[in-house]
């Protein structure tokens, strides 16, 4: 596969204040930087930081919503909410696992949308309205809670080889005298993280969460059995 330089751009990305200036070339031609870039429909900022990919999927889903409410009028709640799961909330969880957010705020406001929806699907918009109410009655989880399933579910799939990671970034079993009443025999070292940015990536923040949970859900034997199994745990 043939590069144009035209079409190729570069991103430093660190978490650094100062940076040394590097111009990379294609070529013979000098490559231009940006300070973002999307890959694979995930938003990637050169401050390694996930505020711009979040405020994208949520204009977007907001988008989506709106596009139901103005087509979808005299439908019933049910119809609504299969509309919602089709349309809206996929923009909201796709690959979640990498950029799940640990900050409040941008988790936040990836939560407005759906209860922003919720209000539409139960058709009810006063302000005196409880909105965990509807959310219990539609029984929509929070989309926090959905994305520690599918970041669990993804660690699943890396413990059984469904995925492929590279071995240096592999993460390592405990060794058998480490096994305790809370933690299963399939339990990780949890990876050293220096700074607090990289303690809330996936391997650091997603292992202590599998080490801790039931013998039963850990060792489930397929995948579709491990979802159902994780599903019934708050």
Known sequence: MAFHPAKCTTVHMTRRRTTLPYEYQLHGQKLQEETQAKYLGVTLTKDLKWNTHIANITTKANRALGFARRNIKLSNKKVKAAAYKALVRPILEYASPVWDPHTAEDSASLEKVQRRAARWVSHRFRQTSSVNNMLEDLEWPTLESRRRRARLTTFYKVHHDLVA??????????????????????????????????????????????????????TAPSLASFQARLATLH
């Open 165 to 218: 990671v590279k071995s240096n970034h592999a993460p390592k079993p405990s060794p058998p005298k480490c096994t305790t009443r809370q933690i299963h025999a399939l339990s990780y070292e949890i990876p050293h993280s220096r700074t607090a940015y990289r303690q809330k990536t996936f391997f650091p923040r997603t292992i202590p969460e599998w080490n801790r949970l039931p013998v039963e859900t850990a």
